[in-house]
């Protein structure tokens, strides 16, 4: 039995956390690929925004501030044998 990610688009969200209640924000994309010797290869891909909160004290001075930074990530899963979502032989 196949799901929509191995048998159907290929392509599947990356969440922010388990989606127990729906709250959670995708954050990048799965794509099911091959490799060029037709192995099945995993794409993933990360974009999110992370803060990062900063207290300096300079003499008797605190000075706040919060940085963002944008971060992206590609990674690739080679020699995947079954689907991380149904269990399927790929």
Do not use: K
């Not at 989606?19 to 990048?28: L, P, S, W």
């Not at 099911?32 to 990062?52: F, N, Q, S």
């Amino acid at each position: 039995m196949s799901c929509d990610f191995c048998g159907g688009s290929r392509a599947a969200s990356v969440h922010s956390e388990p989606r127990r209640d729906g709250a959670a924000r995708t954050v990048g994309t799965m794509a099911l690929g091959r490799r060029y010797d037709g192995a099945p290869l995993i794409r993933v891909d990360v974009e999110t925004e992370t803060w990062v909160d900063m207290d300096v004290e300079v003499g008797n001075s605190l000075h706040c501030s919060s940085i963002s930074a944008e971060v992206e990530a590609s990674a690739y899963v080679e020699n995947a044998r079954f689907c991380p979502f149904c269990g399927a032989r790929l």
